[in-house]
T-cell receptor, first 119, second 111 residues
Framework: GAGVSQSPSNKVTEKGKDVELRCDPI?????LYWYRQSLGQGLEFLIY????????KSGLPSDRFSAERTGGSVSTLTIQRTQQEDSAVYLC?????????????????FGAGSRLTVL | AQSVTQLGSHVSVSEGALVLLRCNYS??????LFWYVQYPNQGLQLLLK??????LVKGINGFEAEFKKSETSFHLTKPSAHMSDAAEYFC?????????FGAGTRLFVKA
């Protein structure tokens, strides 16, 4: 597509419920990132996918968080048993590739984000 | 560990004044450095990037940044602030296989 699409744009849920957030990256982009943006916290890295390599999950805050990327394209971030502290904007970004060398300079294109509110 | 530090969560300047937003990084590998901007109710977009070709990098809307290896800094400047520059600015670093961001600096521009 023309840009990175995220859905839903807004999600209100009750504490303890599971939520799924979807990201559709730019066609052909092999690298996909999830970040969390909380008020005053900047952008917190969550997880990164690069092609068919094993994802870098080092930023996931707990085992309630998981993500998958099917067919090297669409990604879903799942939060189980949501807590109030999970309330934030979840941003997805993609780039043509990632890593060192010439590819390391690739720019991230961000989606508009999914705003999650846990009551 | 790699990290990005932005000094000052809020910066306020008068219209026409110099804008200086500070960013320092820590890394053991050569960095690729970026500044992104987030205007109110909009997504993040690239302002400029450093990829070792030149230490002084020019970006959109009159912004520029200078890479100083000795100071591990990549501060963002603009000679004359405009009201439309009011936004949140994020410094970012790619040194391995992921991009990490600073906490952001919100720029306020006073008339």
């Amino acid at each position: 597509g023309a840009g990175v699409s995220q859905s839903p744009s807004n999600k209100v849920t009750e504490k303890g419920k599971d939520v799924e957030l979807r990201c559709d990256p730019i066609s052909g982009h092999t690298a996909l990132y999830w970040y969390r943006q909380s008020l005053g916290q900047g952008l917190e890295f969550l997880i990164y996918f690069q092609g068919n390599s094993a994802p870098d999950k080092s930023g996931l805050p707990s085992d309630r968080f998981s993500a998958e990327r099917t067919g090297g394209s669409v990604s879903t971030l799942t939060i189980q048993r949501t807590q109030q502290e999970d309330s934030a904007v979840y941003l997805c970004a993609s780039s043509p590739s990632s890593g060192q060398g010439a590819h390391g300079a690739n720019v991230l294109t961000f989606g508009a984000g999914s705003r999650l509110t846990v009551l | 560990a790699q990290s990005v530090t932005q000094l000052g969560s809020h910066v306020s300047v008068s219209e026409g004044a110099l804008v200086l937003l500070r960013c320092n990084y820590s890394s053991s590998v050569p960095p690729y450095l970026f500044w992104y901007v987030q205007y109110p109710n909009q997504g993040l977009q690239l302002l400029l990037k450093y990829t070792s070709a030149a230490t002084l990098v020019k970006g959109i809307n009159g912004f520029e940044a200078e890479f100083k290896k000795s100071e591990t800094s990549f501060h963002l400047t603009k000679p004359s602030a405009h009201m439309s520059d009011a936004a949140e600015y994020f410094c970012a670093y790619t040194g391995g296989f992921k991009t990490i961001f600073g906490a952001g600096t919100r720029l306020f521009v006073k008339a």
